[in-house]
Nanobody, 115 residues
Framework: QVQLVESGGGLVQAGGSLRLSCAAS????????MGWYRQAPGKQRELVAF???????????TYAASVKGRFTISDDKDKNTVYLQMTGLKPEDTAIYYC?????WGQGTQVTVSS
C-alpha cells in the first residue's frame, strides 16, 4: 500500500513563498503521474500543477493558468518525493493543497495567504 505524507503548508503573507513536499512510501509505486491539487472553501478541487513521466525518460509539466510563472513542480525519484515551490503567493492561493501520485492521494496541507 502506498502512503503519501505532505508537509510545508502554513501561514504566509502575500508575496511570500512556501515549498510543499509530498513523500511517498510503500510498494507498487511507479511515480509516473504526479500532481498538486487544491481546494478552497466552497470550491471544487482543482489541478494546480502536474508532472508526467513516460517510460523513455520524457517529462511533461502542466500548470493552472492562475499559478503559471509563480509555482514550480518538481520531483526527486531517489527520495520518492514531489515538491511544489510556490512564490509570489496571493490571498486567492489560500486552500488545502493535496498531492496525488498515480492513484494515491495525500491527506492535504493547509496554505493560508494573508493580505
Amino acid at each position: 500500500q502506498v502512503q503519501l505524507v505532505e508537509s510545508g503548508g502554513g501561514l504566509v503573507q502575500a508575496g511570500g513563498s512556501l515549498r510543499l513536499s509530498c513523500a511517498a512510501s510503500g510498494s507498487l509505486f511507479s511515480g509516473t503521474a504526479m500532481g498538486w491539487y487544491r481546494q478552497a472553501p466552497g470550491k471544487q478541487r482543482e489541478l494546480v500543477a502536474f508532472i508526467g513521466r513516460n517510460n523513455i525518460g520524457g517529462v511533461t509539466t502542466t500548470y493552472a493558468a492562475s499559478v503559471k510563472g509563480r509555482f514550480t513542480i518538481s520531483d526527486d525519484k531517489d527520495k520518492n518525493t514531489v515538491y511544489l515551490q510556490m512564490t509570489g503567493l496571493k490571498p486567492e492561493d489560500t486552500a488545502i493543497y493535496y498531492c496525488k501520485i498515480d492513484a494515491y492521494w495525500g491527506q492535504g496541507t493547509q496554505v493560508t495567504v494573508s493580505s
